[in-house]
């Protein structure tokens, strides 16, 4: 079945004994897909009312249970270990479900119940996930060492929305580069390198950090002067061309909706 990463741990090491991935009781069904159309009221003069868009009504709830490999019982100090695990995160997180077949499935979210199985002794523990989100996710990594046109194609199942990655820009000298999204109507981010210093960019939250040991990077040391007019770069779904020219070391992460059912489930 694989094994799964939560909060920097994962179920393979988590315990001297690796903990197996199990169900219980199988789900007959997957849920997750569920919409509403978000619209006006009709009035007297308005028979068709205005049309807003769409938005999801549930999230996936997945449940599976965890036993140890040689299906011995859980003792007092690794039934603490596995809560402290599980349900210390206060806040939605990532999960990594690492499949048998080599595939990974995501989903972020919490845990919100965590109980145990009694068969004599404790034999196993079962774990209510539930996602912030109605998909799983698959995330993916390019990394550029030359100027040039790169190609990177977006499989992307929301098909009207923008990816924004999280990227990772180092050069050997203090310099300019200039990052360009030809697909995305040529828009361009000019970033202000220095020697050596990886900067990351998380280009969804807008916030630019640096190696030093407070972290943060004004937009004037950037080069950035019309702070009302950034771009900060985004993908499309499907081919994307982006142009980088400089001598930079570019590494772009990012994470697209899978709308799957399930994914390690099925």
Known sequence: MG???????????????PLILCFFDYPEELTGFARETVKGET??????PNQYGTR????????????????????DDEQRKVNRWLTSPKLPKWIEFHNSDG?????????????????????????QFECDSPYAWKSYE????????HTIYVDFDE????????????????TDIVIKNLTDNENTMKIHTYAKLPMTFDCKLCIPTDATTHGIIS??????????????????????????????DVKIAYKCPQKKAGGFLC
């Not at 094994?3 to 004994?17: D, M, R």
């Not at 080069?223 to 499309?236: A, K, M």
Request: charged share 20%.
């Open 3 to 17: 094994y799964f990463k939560y909060n920097e741990k994962t179920s393979a090491t988590l315990l001297s004994v």
């Open 43 to 48: 009035t007297i003069n308005r028979s068709v």
């Open 56 to 75: 999801y009504t549930d999230s996936p709830n997945v449940e599976f249970a965890l036993i140890k490999e040689d299906q011995t019982e859980f003792t």
């Open 103 to 127: 595939t990974t499935t995501i989903y972020r979210g919490t845990f919100t119940d965590v109980r145990w199985k009694l068969v004599g002794g404790i034999i196993g523990v079962v774990c």
């Open 142 to 149: 390019e990394h550029f060492t030359a100027s040039g046109d």
């Open 159 to 174: 098909t009207e929305e923008y990816v924004y990655p999280v990227m990772t820009v180092k050069t050997e000298t203090t």
């Open 219 to 248: 937009y004037k040391d950037l080069g950035w002067e019309d702070v009302g007019n950034i771009y900060w770069l985004r993908l499309l779904p499907g081919e994307n061309v982006i142009q980088i020219t400089g001598d930079a």
